[in-house]
Nanobody, 114 residues
């Protein structure tokens, strides 16, 4: 599965963005889908995860502000980000784990200005 992430950009603090991760193939049978981010000088971290059973999990710093979702008809995973903060600035990557293989998107930059 090839992934194409999009939707990043420059936004003011308090604003919103929606990231999209379009897959070249079906994500219907994916075991896990997630959004990660990597800020300058920091390790990549899991921001939001979604299992095949519909369970979601978020890193504490984004709980209540970010929502991960999927559209199987469009083979797309989304990350709705609200109430953005400067500390959310990072390159965001999507990941899909399916049939024992992990695929990564190319990353999309989110910059939140104060």
């Amino acid at each position: 599965v090839q992934l194409q992430a999009s939707g990043g950009g420059l936004v003011q603090a308090g604003g919103s963005l929606r990231l999209s991760c379009a897959a070249s193939g079906s994500i219907f049978s994916a075991n896990f889908m997630g959004w990660y981010r990597q800020a300058p000088g920091k390790q990549r971290e899991l921001v939001a995860g979604l299992t095949s059973g519909g369970s979601t999990d978020y890193v504490d710093s984004v709980k209540g502000r970010f929502t991960i979702s999927r559209d199987d008809a469009k083979n797309t995973v989304y990350l709705q980000m609200n109430s953005l903060k400067p500390e959310d600035t990072a390159v965001y990557y999507c990941k899909v784990f399916k049939l024992g293989f992990a695929s990564w998107g190319q990353g999309t930059l989110v910059t939140v200005s104060s």
